[in-house]
C-alpha cells in the first residue's frame, strides 16, 4: 500500500529534527497546493493511461501520509523515550519500539483521508483525460445528461470507498489491538 510507503519518510523526519524544521514550510506548502490543480501537468508527463492516474492519487495522498507520520511523532511521551533510554535502548531500537508503534494511530487516521484523497484525485484525472473509468463514464454521462449513469457512477464510487475504508478498519484491527480492547470497557 502506497500510504504506507508515504508514511516512512514522516517517521524517519524523527531522527532529524533539524531537517524537518527546515522542510515543514515546504511540507506546508505542498499540503495547501490543490492537487487536482497537477492533473495536467501529470498527463502530460506521463500520458492519459493508468500510470498518470495513479501518479496523481500518489501526489494527493504522500503529503498526508508523511504530516500525519512526522506530527504523530510530535505526541510521543517523553517518559517512554526515557525510560527506554534508561533501559539502555538505542535511538534505533527506541525508533522501532516507541516511535513507529506510538504513532500507528496517526499513520492509519491518514490511510481513512487519504482514501477520499485518493478517489479525487482518479477521478479527477480520469474527467481531465482517460480513454474508461470511472470518471469518464461520470464526465461523459454528465454531459450527455443521462443522470441513471452519472448515479451508477457515484454510488459505485461510494462503494469503493466504503470497501477500502473496511479494508483500514481491519488493518487498525491488526495493527492496534489494544485500541480495541479499550473502546469495550
Not at 524544521?21 to 492533473?39: E, G, Y
Request: hydrophobic share 55%.
Amino acid at each position: 500500500m502506497c500510504w504506507a510507503a508515504c508514511s516512512v519518510p514522516g517517521l524517519l523526519l524523527w531522527h532529524t529534527p533539524t531537517l524537518a524544521r527546515i522542510l515543514d514550510p515546504f511540507f506546508i506548502a505542498l499540503n495547501s497546493l490543490p492537487k487536482i490543480a497537477l492533473a495536467p501537468i501529470i498527463i502530460i508527463w506521463f500520458g492519459s493511461g493508468l500510470f498518470s492516474k495513479i501518479a496523481l492519487a500518489f501526489i494527493a495522498t504522500y503529503v498526508v501520509a508523511l504530516l500525519s507520520a512526522w506530527q504523530g511523532t510530535h505526541q510521543i511521551d517523553d517518559s517512554q523515550v526515557n525510560l527506554m533510554r534508561s533501559l539502555g535502548a538505542n535511538r534505533n531500537q527506541i525508533f522501532r519500539k516507541v516511535v513507529v508503534s506510538s504513532t500507528l494511530p496517526w499513520i492509519i487516521a491518514a490511510f481513512r483521508l487519504n482514501i477520499g484523497f485518493a478517489l479525487i484525485a482518479d477521478i479527477g484525472g480520469e474527467f481531465i483525460s482517460s480513454d474508461y473509468g470511472l470518471g469518464k463514464m461520470i464526465f461523459v454521462a454528465g454531459n450527455l445528461f443521462n443522470l441513471n449513469v452519472v448515479w451508477v457512477g457515484v454510488f459505485t464510487l461510494l462503494v469503493v470507498a466504503i470497501v477500502l475504508y473496511l479494508e483500514v478498519v481491519q488493518l487498525q484491527r491488526w495493527l492496534l489491538p489494544w485500541e480495541r480492547q479499550q473502546t469495550h470497557r
